[in-house]
């Protein structure tokens, strides 16, 4: 059964639908999806595909929220309220047990800290709770000597960040994102979604792979105490997963900023549009300086734990050298690893967002966004 592609695209952009309806007809049958993109402020792609499904369906959108929760950040470093190159103690004396009070702030939000989790793990409740992971992690020793290595701090650099902007400001950083950046936009990108939206969200789905990628899966070495599984909470005694955790309520009502966003491809792609252009009559949030500074890569290499080569910018994924290198340099965002993918370009003026129900194989950004950026890159720089 072939799937109906809705929505719309502008002029000079019809080579993305076309892409789009591909990308569809490659998935199971009963795949749902969105696809969204501003150039310049202005929406140029807004196509959804799947049984009920609409432009304003919302779905858990993984480590994408770490976008989001950066956006934040960068916006309190560009007034001054954050500067980058402060040790962290500054903000949190608590933070620097253990051997981590010469870490700075710069260092923790390019995954340089070290404390990726803790030794005996994090409750289901604490999972949906920055602030109680926060007190949590800073009594933890860290997996390697702070600002020597990289890794990525999966489940908990939201809560890391966010006790800093905390302390700096007074105000969660869920707060500052919904009166700053989500209301004043509209967004449909929510750290915490309301009861009343409940109706619109679309439960994750758990990943179906072929018998070959289960194979794959089933020869990554995995074990308790890895420093893997101790980032994704896998050795406590009855860990959950990925698709439990976006689909618990707690988790999106409270939306911890590392991974537990609620969001369409429209908000995923509005809030990076508002963040480098202008929209609705309001200038970008990001000054080029800040746009230049959050995209810079800070840490490049072998990621201890994606046990893989991996960019990072400041609170961002260096976007064009981790997954599209045919991207502007400098562009920066972040992927979920339900399959979603969201970023910016500044030099293209490109925002894109992507979401899907279902789990994509490997996780990550789902493989198809390979060809969907190219095809929204290569239009963009045509108009």
């Known amino acids: 059964m072939t799937q109906e592609i809705h929505g719309t ?116 409740q604490e999972l949906a709770d920055d602030r109680a992971m926060a007190e949590r992690l800073a009594d933890q020793k860290p997996f390697w000597r702070p600002g020597t290595a990289f890794g990525y701090h999966a489940l908990v650099i939201g809560a890391l960040s966010g006790e800093i902007v905390r302390r700096a400001t007074g105000r969660t950083l869920q707060e500052i994102y919904e009166e700053r950046i989500r209301a004043p936009y509209g967004l449909d990108f929510h750290l915490g979604l309301p009861a009343s939206l409940e109706p619109r969200y679309r439960s994750a789905q758990p990943m179906t792979p072929t018998a070959e990628q289960q194979a794959l899966l089933d020869a990554a070495p995995t074990a308790p105490h890895t420093l893997t599984a101790i980032a994704f909470n896998q050795q406590v005694p009855e860990p959950g997963d990925l698709v439990d955790y976006a689909n618990s309520r707690a988790v999106r009502a409270k939306g911890p900023a590392s991974a537990g966003g609620v969001a369409s491809a429209r908000g995923l792609a509005g809030m990076y549009a508002a963040a480098i252009s202008e929209r609705s009559d309001r200038p970008p949030l990001l000054k080029p300086d800040t746009i230049a500074e959050v995209g810079q890569i800070h840490s490049v290499g072998y990621d201890l734990v994606a046990r893989a080569h991996k960019s990072y910018g400041l609170g961002f994924q260096a976007t064009a050298d981790m997954w599209h290198p045919f991207l502007g340099a400098g562009a920066f965002g972040h992927s979920g690893a339900g399959g979603s993918q969201a970023f910016a370009d500044p030099r293209s003026g490109l925002a894109y967002g992507y979401t899907r129900r279902r789990m994509a194989f490997p996780g990550g950004a789902a493989p198809e966004n390979e060809r969907l950026v190219r095809a929204v890159h290569q239009a963009a720089l045509t108009v």
């Open 9 to 124: 695209v502008a002029d000079g952009f019809e080579a993305v639908r076309e892409e789009f309806t591909a990308s569809v007809a490659r998935e199971r049958p009963d795949y749902e999806g969105q696809l969204s993109a501003y150039v310049h402020g202005r929406q140029v792609v807004d196509l959804w595909a799947g049984e009920g499904v609409g432009p304003d369906s919302l779905y858990g959108v993984f480590s994408s929220t770490k976008g989001a929760a950066h956006l934040v950040v960068a916006l309190l470093v560009q007034e001054g309220t954050l500067e980058p190159d402060r040790k962290v103690t500054y903000y949190w004396p608590e933070f620097g047990a253990e051997g981590k009070g010469q870490l700075t702030l710069r260092e923790l939000l390019s995954h340089r800290a070290g404390v990726v989790g803790l030794d005996a793990g994090f409750t289901a």
